[in-house]
């Protein structure tokens, strides 16, 4: 079984790169407050470029946790047990694992509060324009079924076919030409359902909302040798 708490050293780097395009609306929130002046109940989280334009992004945190949320729902559909990220403490599945040094594919993978994660997913910020627009919608009133009269709000959402930069490196699992372990296996899954436009992100996921398709993905796998990363492979993520 492979040490999952091996970041002290480096053994392989691979760098997956490629380009995002968000198939359907897409928003990021801000959290619960619009930004001060805004007419707009919610807007996408934004980021200022050296010209001083405000411009939507993609964290790659929420990228990361939307990887990890369906990388426990596929270990949970085989019939193993996951356990809450936050379940740490004496006597936490957490603490256990520290103790035993015996972590689970998702800790091993995603990281815990006690072990760091395997895997960085970089910010990805429009290649093209990021036109937004505003919808307005109606509240619901779950008890009738219906429409709430008199609560209105308007959502700012990024237009459909924005490309955005990716980058993903994976420290110490090997993932291509060919998974070496489970963590592995599982890694190349969700890249596979990035691939095929399965990966939503931000806001109204239930609508259809922040669906990702990633395109152009390419690989490159580097080792240490004599003290420096040597490239060793390369190719197409397919």
């Known amino acids: 079984m492979p040490?999952?708490?091996?970041?002290?050293?480096?053994?392989?780097?691979?760098?997956?790169?490629g380009r995002l395009v968000n198939e359907t609306p897409l928003r990021i929130g801000v959290g619960r407050e619009s930004p001060l002046g805004s007419g707009i109940d919610s807007t996408p989280i934004t980021i200022r470029f050296a010209d001083g334009r405000p411009v939507p992004y993609i964290p790659g945190s929420s990228i990361k946790g939307v990887l990890r949320g369906l990388a426990e729902a596929m270990l949970r559909a085989k019939g193993e047990e996951v356990h809450s990220p936050w379940d740490f403490g004496e006597k936490g599945k957490i603490e256990q694992e520290v103790k035993?040094?015996?972590?689970?594919?998702?800790?091993?993978?995603?990281?815990?509060?006690?072990?760091?994660?395997?895997?960085?997913?970089?910010?990805?910020?429009?290649?093209?324009?990021?036109?937004?627009?505003?919808?307005?919608s109606v509240g619901i009133n779950r008890e009738f079924r219906g429409a709430h009269p008199g609560i209105l709000y308007t959502e700012q959402q990024v237009v459909p076919h924005v490309r955005w930069s990716f980058r993903m490196?994976?420290?110490?699992?090997?993932?291509?030409?060919?998974?070496?372990?489970?963590?592995?296996?599982?890694?190349?899954?969700?890249?596979?359902?990035?691939?095929?436009?399965m990966v939503q992100v931000g806001a109204r996921r239930t609508l259809g909302y922040g669906r990702l398709r990633l395109e152009k993905g390419s690989y490159r796998v580097y080792e240490v040798e004599e003290g420096r990363l040597v490239k060793k492979a390369e190719g197409d993520v397919v």
Do not use: W
């Open 169 to 197: 490196d994976v420290i110490n699992i090997r993932i291509f030409p060919e998974p070496q372990d489970e963590r592995g296996k599982l890694l190349r899954s969700l890249i596979g359902m990035l691939v095929d436009g």
């Open 3 to 17: 040490r999952y708490d091996d970041l002290d050293r480096l053994e392989v780097l691979t760098v997956i790169t």
């Open 100 to 136: 035993t040094r015996d972590y689970c594919i998702i800790c091993g993978t995603f990281g815990s509060t006690k072990l760091a994660s395997h895997v960085r997913v970089y910010d990805a910020y429009p290649e093209t324009d990021a036109l937004t627009f505003v919808k307005t």
